[in-house]
């Protein structure tokens, strides 16, 4: 079956320690996304790549960083410099031209700093 | 920057009530607003809209979009327990570097009491 995984589906964290999320899709989309959601909220975007080897900054992209090496990886590295880090991170990728469907998303990652 | 409202922010119904939920939008080049919803991991896909005052309906949920006045709303008539839940609207940019980014608003918490 065809989708996104993200991995973990839940992460703990110490303070001032770096995390990498994973998230892989077999659609043969183009565009992946990272958003962040906090609780009772909508969702930021942090980062988002429309090709291999290239990505661009989203709303909130202060303290992440990403890499775009595979069409199908788009990890998320949550950094130190992130100061509030604890929220649920979803993934998405849309596939080229006109999508009836938006994007599509994976399960997310809820990440916690101890 | 783009931007979407959602109104109102949370809404607590009985089963049976009709609800409308409200989105607001300004963004610089639009391409498509889209209605999701959201239950406790990935957000679902319910509506795509890009032409002014045609209504998408699927069972109890329909949608329309005004181009002009630059919103949309959301009905869900005879609600149910089932329809508890977070219901995002999104705006897909159709422009430059941005084309195919969403814009999510906050979201709408909808509680259906039994």
């Known amino acids: 079956d065809g989708g996104i995984t993200q991995s973990p589906k839940y992460l703990f964290r110490k303070e001032g320690q770096n995390v990498t999320l994973s998230c892989e899709q077999n659609l043969n989309h183009d565009a992946m996304y990272w958003y962040r959601q906090d609780p009772g909220q909508g969702l930021r975007l942090i980062y988002y790549s429309q090709i291999v080897n290239d990505f661009q900054k989203g709303d909130i992209a202060e303290g992440y960083s990403v890499s775009r090496e595979k069409k199908e990886s788009f990890p998320l590295t949550v950094t130190s410099a992130q100061k509030n880090p604890t929220a649920f991170y979803l993934c998405?990728?849309?596939?080229?031209?006109?999508?009836?469907?938006?994007?599509?998303f994976g399960p997310g990652t809820r990440l916690t700093v101890l | 920057e783009d931007k979407v409202v959602q109104s109102p922010l949370s809404l607590v119904v009985h089963e049976g009530d009709t609800v409308t939920l409200n989105c607001s939008y300004e963004?610089?080049?639009?391409?498509?607003l889209l209605w999701y919803k959201q239950e406790k991991k990935a957000p679902t896909f319910l509506f795509m809209l890009t032409s002014s005052g045609i209504e998408k309906k699927s069972g109890r949920l329909s949608s329309i979009l005004d181009k002009k006045e630059l919103f949309s709303i959301l009905n869900i008539t005879a609600t149910q327990t089932g329809d508890s839940a977070i219901y995002l609207c999104?705006?897909?940019?159709?422009?430059?570097?941005?084309?195919?980014?969403?814009?999510f608003g906050q979201g709408t918490i909808l509680t259906v009491h039994p």
């Open positions: 963004v610089t080049n639009f391409r498509s």
């Open positions: 998405a990728s849309t596939p080229p031209g006109t999508s009836g469907r938006g994007q599509f």
């Open positions: 999104a705006v897909r940019n159709a422009g430059g570097t941005s084309y195919g980014k969403l814009t």
